[in-house]
């Protein structure tokens, strides 16, 4: 480490609880203001890929998060009513030895990064709002304005108010449930059952809470943000036939869903940064890049952030010059993700007839056919586009096609 910063950094989802563990450990004097009484989860389930879960062993707490998740091998979805397979990816298709992605709890994974944080020292300062970001110092809610900072990190999300730009919804987002593993589902698959692209189901395996909590999965249904009121406003039985219509084998995770509380609405923007630094400020995870969720690279993407900004500040004395190198490290891997989530996310959420039918009739088949398998594979465990120049070959799977990792 060149010299000792204060760090502030504004938000205490994955972004900003990664960036403390890493900053924290490293000597930094870090603080982490969260608006709540008490920090907490916002959120279902989500999967770790492989470039995600190297960042998890870099902080120290990878194995423990192994411990709690669902190994995921396989994403699989039907059309209805054909039943035509439209999405079968599996991560094998990348070698025999290839890692495997992890789906988890999003609470599970809060809690040990939120551990990491406090043990390397990082301090949590709730009931903070932060409004505004000037040189060196935050400005709060309440008027109060605290300062004498190094360094600022916006980890606030794709409502951030440090970045100045707002972040237009998507048409669609979905509502997520947290529900018991129920049903005859493999447990190591994120199935999928679509109408078109204006419908779509999904059932996801995200291990356990805790070790002593039983396995749950992250049940989600696609919904357009202007039809969320109407939804909530019609009896619930309305909503669930619609699903046994579209999915029959879904019913053990309706019956555990009685109310509309029992889920949760999830709004999604696509928007990235020309540049996630300023002066003494630098952007991470959805602050700087957001997407919908199609391709499962928000919370990875959030990660290789966080180390590539560590890595970045430990090689660099100078501040600017540690931010332009975050920068530089990032900058092609999310060009190709954001590229990607937007030209996917119409094939899975959207009122579009014709690019439906191109899914179901043109690409899916094109997918299976080699050596698209490994391309899509690669995608999906974000391996393409330079994750992280500071992740070697050697951290993200030895056995990998050297194609499909950063060099070091």
Known sequence: MRRRLDIAIAGCGVAGLSCAALLGRAGHRVLVFDKLDAPQPIGSGLVLQPVGLAVLDEIGIGARMRALGAP???????????????????????????????????????????????????????????????????????????????????????RSPLNGRTATPLQFGALWASLDWAGDFDPHTLEQRY??????????????????????????????GEAYDAWRAAPLNDWKDEVRGLWPATEPYLVQLRTHDDLVFARYAHRTLASPCALGLAHVGDSWHCASPQLGQGANMALLDALALARALEANADIADALGAYACMRLWHIRLYQAASFLFTPAYQSDSVAIAWLRDWIMAPLSRAPPAPALLAGLVAGAWGAPLRAISAHDLAPAWPKRLVAPS
Request: glycine letters at 12%; zero cysteines.
């Open 195 to 224: 109408e078109r692209a204006r419908k779509m189901a999904g059932v996801l395996p995200i291990g356990r809470l805790d070790a002593h909590t039983p396995m749950r999965a992250a049940f989600f249904w696609s919904l357009k």
């Open 72 to 158: 995921l091998h396989r994403l699989f979805g039907r059309a209805a009513p054909s039943q035509r397979i439209v999405l079968d990816v599996r991560y094998s298709a990348l070698g025999r030895d290839a890692p495997n992605g992890l789906a988890v709890h999003r609470g599970a994974l809060f809690s040990l990064l939120l551990n990491a944080a406090q043990e390397a020292g990082a301090e949590i300062v709730t009931r903070r709002e932060v409004v505004g970001v000037e040189t060196g110092a935050l400005a709060f809610a309440h008027g109060e304005q605290v300062g004498g900072f190094d360094l600022v990190i916006d980890a606030l999300g794709m």
